[in-house]
Each structure stands twice: as structure tokens, then as C-alpha cells.
């Protein structure tokens, strides 16, 4: 357990000193009407090439769409990778979106099509779900579905772009490594012994003096410098272990958050499906003022 807990530290402190160069970006909130629609069919493309993907490795079921509708426009999971790819330009009196076909670093245009992505979505995410679940639409009936009929993010034509807009930080690749370690941190989260995987500074992380001390103790007659070494070999093997009480543990967290999840989202599906009855029948019923005339 004790050489688990140093794997996993070794990889945030390795990631930590990578992310610790990038200064934050934030959204621009301004920007979004310009590339709202454009957004939305990038959107309908993703979630119809994603739930495809799955589609040919296994029969895929209606709670597993919901979790890709649920995750497409959050930069924190895999699905949403596709957003690390984008920039838009100026052009034509308008914004573009490009797809740079390769990902890059998220810079101010990258988490303002997260944020345009993220206000597409809203709730609808379970309503496209169920579409898609149940019409297995094509591309172009899904989007269309999406942006126009469920969202209305492509009903209105955007305006026109200001004269003294200027253009965020250009877009920069991401260097394979960093590409690597970012989806490695990803697929760590929710691991036991790295809640949260929250990202701390090479500082933060010398300064836990306690971290692990127990751990050291029995590990004291360690090899210290031939840790590097031994890394790899440690990684293969906790791989390679099977039906350890580690994994026993997970599979059974995962499998109990898997069925709360999927309960949550039914229970959600019928009360939306009661409202709308309740407002179809209060729609139908006449005013009183029209059984007098009557």
C-alpha cells in the first residue's frame, strides 16, 4: 500500500511541475454568441461519433449515453478532450471555429468553448440521451435535433462582431507528454489513496512533512536512488495483480455509484415526464370564462 500511495505522489509531483508553469485561463463570456451555433454542431458531431465508438466494441445501453451527454462539455473527463482541439478566428466579420486536429494547451478560447458548450447543454443532457438512445438518428438529424429543436443555439443568427475585438492567446500544441500525463491523471481520479486527485505545487507537496511516514519506516532500507529504476516494474506488477482487495474495493464503489447514478437519472426521467403532462393537461382544460360563454 505504501509504494501505491509513492507511485501515485511521484505522478502528481511529475504532472505538478508541469501545470505549475500554465497560468489559469478564464472564459470569455462576450465571445460566446459569436460561436454559440458553431459550438452545438461540433457538439451533435461528438456525441454521435463518441456513442458510435462505443457502439461498435459493445451494445451500449441508455445510462451510458447519459454519461457521455453528462461529461461531453466538462474539460475534466475524457469525453470532453475533443474542446483541447478547438480555437476560433476572426473571419469574415465573424468568429470561426477550427478544429486544430491536434490538442493544445487551454488557453482563454478553449474554456470559452467549454463555458459555449457547457450553456448548449444545460439540462438537456438527458433529454438528447433518450433521443439518441431511442431514434438512432443520423449526424445530421441529430444535430439538427440539438442545436434547433431542443436547444435553439442555432435558431438565432449571431450578431455582428465588434470592430475593436481582439483575439486571445494564439493556439499552442500540446506536447505529447503532457498529453499523456493529463489523460493518466484523469483516468487516476477517484482512485483510493488519491481523492480528488487535486493538483498540489512541488512546494506544497515537500512541505507534507507527515505524508507517508508510516509508510517510510517499514520502507527505510529501501534504495532510495534506485526508486527511478524500480518504478516501472512496480507499475507493471500492481497491473498485472488481479482480484486484489484494492480493486475488489473499487469495482464495488464503482458498481454502487453506477446504480445510484442510474436510479437518479430515472427517477429525474419520470418526474420531468409528469411535469410534462401536468402542463399538457392544464393547457387543455377550458377557463371558466369559456364555460360561460358556452
Not at 121 to 133: K, R
Amino acid at each position: 500500500m505504501g509504494r501505491v500511495f509513492v507511485i501515485i505522489l511521484t505522478v502528481v509531483l511529475i504532472f505538478s511541475r508541469v501545470s505549475a508553469k500554465k497560468p489559469s485561463s478564464i472564459s470569455r463570456k462576450e465571445d460566446i454568441p459569436f460561436i454559440k451555433c458553431q459550438v452545438c454542431e461540433k457538439l451533435g458531431n461528438e456525441l454521435y461519433n463518441q456513442v458510435k465508438k462505443k457502439e461498435s466494441e459493445k451494445k451500449v445501453s441508455e445510462f451510458e449515453i447519459i454519461e457521455i451527454s453528462e461529461n461531453v462539455c466538462n474539460l475534466k473527463k475524457e469525453e470532453a478532450d475533443w474542446i483541447l482541439r478547438m480555437d476560433y478566428v476572426k473571419k469574415d466579420g465573424g468568429l470561426q471555429l477550427v478544429d486544430q486536429e491536434t490538442e493544445g494547451q487551454c488557453n482563454t478560447q478553449c474554456k470559452t468553448v467549454e463555458r459555449a458548450c457547457q450553456e448548449v447543454m444545460g439540462y438537456s443532457d438527458t433529454d438528447v440521451a433518450e433521443y439518441i438512445f431511442k431514434s438512432k438518428p443520423q449526424i445530421n438529424s441529430l444535430v439538427n435535433y440539438l442545436c434547433s429543436d431542443l436547444t435553439k443555439a442555432c435558431s438565432v443568427k449571431p450578431p455582428p462582431l465588434p470592430k475593436d475585438w481582439t483575439p486571445a492567446e494564439p493556439f499552442v500544441p500540446k506536447s505529447a507528454k503532457e498529453a499523456e500525463m493529463e489523460k493518466l491523471m484523469k483516468s487516476m481520479q477517484g482512485m483510493p489513496g488519491a481523492p480528488g486527485m487535486k493538483m498540489y505545487s512541488k512546494d506544497d507537496l515537500l512541505n507534507m512533512q507527515n505524508l507517508g511516514e508510516d509508510d517510510a519506516e517499514d520502507d527505510e532500507d529501501d534504495d532510495e536512488a534506485e526508486f527511478p529504476s524500480k518504478l516501472g516494474k512496480v507499475l507493471k506488477e500492481k497491473e498485472t495483480e488481479k482480484g486484489n482487495w484494492q480493486q475488489k474495493i473499487v469495482k464495488q464503489v464503482t458498481n454502487t455509484g453506477t446504480t445510484l447514478k442510474r436510479r437518479v437519472h430515472q427517477f429525474s426521467g419520470k418526474i420531468r415526464q409528469w411535469w410534462k403532462r401536468t402542463k399538457t393537461s392544464a393547457a387543455k382544460k377550458p377557463s371558466k370564462g369559456n364555460k360561460a360563454d358556452l
